[in-house]
């Protein structure tokens, strides 16, 4: 079963207004979680780095203030998009670390598509 | 700045053939690669994931190939079949705990 999940799957919401989207794990802690963007026929973009109890670290071209991302817990990373635009419609994927014995391994949620009209 | 990248957009097979997707990376200090499969509409699933001071691994169907000298990255999968039909990515990791960096993906089309 999923061991990141991520909340809503779709959404779609009017121009201007806020949408959060929330990844969680679910059977482990995760002090740092990944937000990716992944536009139609393209890879996943790395967007951000959240740190749970810090801010988080934004890649080159990503803006923190239109991006808000919250790390309150070992377990949730919110991502909102604020004031959204049709620009801003993708698909976006969480992941976190998950550490077993001797292997780290990266986990995905199963990503939100956002349609802003 | 330096990433990873794949030489073809899109791979078409027949089914029971063996397919061979490629990556090329750029960065010499990458310790660890892994392979992913995404399914239209859904998150990344891992398939198999390879260290740097690794040539070879094999799983079931599936092999990573990696070519340190040349900075080349395969996934072979053996007898390929309908189910396979994705979009393949390959993806650095330069240090552990941080971020993977994925390549721009190829799309498998396995026909009947």
């Known amino acids: 079963g999923a061991v990141v999940s991520q909340h809503p799957s779709r959404v779609i919401c009017k121009s201007g207004t806020s949408v959060k989207i929330e990844c969680r794990s679910l059977?482990?802690?995760?002090?740092?979680m990944f937000w990716y963007r992944q536009f139609p026929k393209q890879s996943l973009m790395l967007m951000a780095t959240s740190n749970e109890g810090s801010k988080a670290t934004y890649e080159q071209g990503v803006e923190k203030d239109k991006f808000l991302i919250n790390h309150a817990s070992l377990t949730l990373s919110t991502l909102t998009v604020t004031s959204a635009h049709p620009e801003d419609s993708s698909f976006y994927i969480c992941s976190a670390y998950r550490q077993g014995g001797m292997n780290t391994e990266a986990f995905f949620g199963q990503g939100t598509r956002l349609t802003v009209v | 700045g330096e990433s990873v990248g794949l030489h073809l957009p899109t791979l078409s097979v027949q089914e029971g053939d063996n397919s061979i997707i490629n990556c090329a990376y750029s960065n010499s200090a990458s310790d660890y690669f892994i392979w992913y499969k995404q399914e239209s509409g859904k998150g990344p699933q891992f398939i198999i994931d390879i260290r740097s001071n690794m040539d070879k691994r094999q799983g079931q169907r599936v092999t990573v190939l990696l070519n340190k000298t040349v900075k080349h990255l395969s996934l072979q999968i053996a007898a390929t079949q309908p189910g396979d039909s994705a979009v393949y990515f390959c993806?650095?990791?330069?240090?552990?705990?941080?971020?993977?960096?994925f390549g721009k993906g190829t799309t498998l089309s396995v026909s009947s």
């Open positions: 059977d482990f802690q995760a002090t740092t």
């Open positions: 993806a650095e990791n330069l240090q552990a705990g941080t971020a993977l960096i």
